[in-house]
């Protein structure tokens, strides 16, 4: 028992460092698929448990997560333990979230299935990986029914959504003359030279993340084929959460743009990037304007 107790309290004690550090301003509003693992401990009856768990998002915030291991009671009796929690999603910081909700589990034979209700404090290190950590009261029914606290530690990586990237040029209002237009030829390493360019997918839904990096790396070589040319950015998407959570995420998205293009070789000065949110947006856009600079 004390070294079971032993290892609980050096892990609480470096989950509860990681916590106190400074917001790391990543969205835990995006609801990803995420495996890891965790660990429970249930003080009454020296009562340890290491599992490997597997949440999916089935809502905007509504997760059914699983979780396979072994319990191990007084070091002398191992059992197979299978637990689904339906936890429901909380954001309180940008970083932060409270996730809480019933579950039902197999533990043994002799009793073999237990209820109870859980809440888990998550804290997201970056955009993949999470902390959390939270208690949970365990119903168990033998001769009596007896309520037991169990506290729960455990890592989790976000797992990465294959999506469909789609570009669609915004073609220019054709002109009054009757005269045929001449077709102008663009190499295909470059964007078409038209004014306006709409990109979708260019960050994933209630999340700052850039995943689709084409678009603005030819939107980059354009720029260096044309130094006197600008670009604009208007940064539009759905509203997602509160006042301050759309906030937040619009300021975060507009960093990570301007960082991308200075990043690659394109000044600051170049780049405007405005913001505006348009709840009847499923998918959030983007769109991209030249002007000369002059």
């Known amino acids: 028992m004390k070294s079971k107790l032993l290892t609980f309290s050096i892990c609480l004690t470096m ?20 495996f890891g693992f965790s660990t429970g401990y249930q003080p009454t009856n020296d009562y340890f448990s290491a599992n490997v768990i597997y949440g999916a998002g089935i809502a905007p915030a509504l997760v059914v997560e699983t979780r396979l291991g072994y319990n191990n009671t007084l070091l002398n009796s191992k059992h197979m333990l299978a637990r689904v929690s339906l936890f429901g999603h909380s954001q309180f910081s940008s970083g932060s979230s409270f996730l809480f909700g ?55 990586w976000a797992l990465s959504a294959s999506e469909p990237v ?25 964007p078409p030279q038209r004014d306006i360019i709409e990109a979708t997918h260019v960050f994933k839904v209630n999340s700052s993340y850039i995943t689709n990096e084409k678009v603005l790396k030819e939107s980059i070589q354009y720029l260096h084929e044309r130094p006197n040319m600008n670009i604009r950015i208007v940064n539009k998407h759905s509203k997602g959460g509160t006042i301050a959570y759309n906030k937040w995420l619009t300021k975060r998205r507009e960093e990570r743009l301007r960082a991308f293009y200075v990043r690659n070789g394109i000044t600051g000065n170049r780049v405007e990037i405005r ?16 002007h000369n600079a002059n």
């Open 15 to 34: 989950s509860s460092g990681a916590w106190s550090a400074p917001d790391t301003a990543f969205s835990t509003k995006e609801n990803r698929d995420y």
């Open 102 to 156: 019933p579950f039902i589990q197999y533990e043994d034979e002799t009793n073999p299935f237990r209820t109870g209700f859980s809440g888990v404090v998550k804290h997201q290190l970056d955009s993949d990986i999470a902390l959390f950590g939270g208690i949970s009261a365990v119903v168990k029914k033998e001769s009596t029914v007896r309520v037991l606290p169990e506290f729960i530690l455990g890592i989790t």
């Open 166 to 190: 789609r570009t669609r040029t915004l073609e220019l209002q054709p002109t009054t003359s009757k005269q045929p237009i001449e077709e102008v030829v663009v190499p295909s390493a470059l």
């Open 275 to 290: 913001s505006n949110i348009n709840q009847e947006l499923i998918l959030p856009l983007i769109y991209i304007q030249y």
